[in-house]
């Protein structure tokens, strides 16, 4: 299904990726007749070079348009836009099978869109080649998401699977190790041997990695940290574990 997203970085990114997927550009006018940034201009002049509809309105009629987003921080443009190919996972598996060192994230269970989208950009920002997430019990991808990863969402590959423990399965079959990062972890995540092709298991904001799921991972580590915090935000501990993972490569 078509989405409106919003924000120039979001909407550059995907003009970037696959401008065909672009249906529509919508400026949002001002009253005061404040012309376009620089950057809202090449947006514009990027969907006219490649024969995209582009439409004006005030602020008012834009948001209503779109169902109502009040509150976001639009930066004066949305686009509509066909969702991003959802991959499978032994697709994305064999289209790399040269590669060494591979690095794949797993979300049991991140319903905050915020997080998830700042999960997503930290991903592309670490080098992690694919975050898979279930079909359920997760949050899906939304303009808030789009707006949150900073189009992030655009340069890496998302996979939906049903059954999480049958994905890490399928890693392991060809030579993934996989890693479930937990405060009750055996090991402190800085004296895991992290190098060669892994993947990452997150879990929840409140209830962390499913049983079964962490049952089946190779070792479940911690982030070393005070006894005066307990957790990490759930995109803050991604962010660390995806970190540890990239210094150990340097």
Not at 98 to 126: C, P, S, W, Y
Request: charge should be positive.
């Amino acid at each position: 299904m078509s989405l409106w997203i919003y924000g120039i970085n979001s909407v550059s990114a995907v003009l970037d990726n696959r401008p065909r997927d672009v249906k529509e550009l919508l400026f949002v006018k001002s009253r005061d007749e404040k012309k376009d940034s620089d950057r809202l201009s090449l947006l514009r002049q990027r969907a006219q070079k490649n024969g995209i509809r582009i439409s004006e309105q005030f602020e008012e009629e834009a948001l209503e348009r779109i169902k109502n987003r009040t509150g976001v921080n639009h930066q004066r443009i949305f686009a509509f836009i066909n969702p991003v190919k959802v991959p499978s996972l032994n697709d994305v598996i064999n289209e790399g099978k040269e590669k060494k060192d591979r690095v794949f994230l797993v979300l049991d269970g991140i319903t905050d869109i915020h997080n998830l989208g700042a999960i997503i950009r930290t991903a592309v920002g670490f080098n992690v080649e694919a975050i898979i997430v279930p079909k359920d019990r997760n949050a899906s991808i939304t303009a808030d998401v789009y707006k949150t990863s900073s189009g992030a969402v655009e340069y890496i590959k998302i996979c939906e699977e049903v059954n999480l423990v049958r994905s890490i399965g399928i890693l392991k079959e060809n030579n993934f190790w996989i890693y479930g990062f937990e405060a009750e972890g055996t090991q402190d995540i800085n004296k895991a041997d992290l190098k060669g092709n892994v993947c990452c298991v997150i879990g929840g904001e409140d209830s962390g990695i499913r049983r079964l799921l962490k049952d089946n991972c190779d070792m479940v580590l911690r982030i070393p940290m005070s006894s005066k915090a307990h957790s990490l935000n759930a995109s803050v501990s991604a962010g660390v574990v995806m970190y540890e993972v990239q210094r150990q490569r340097l």
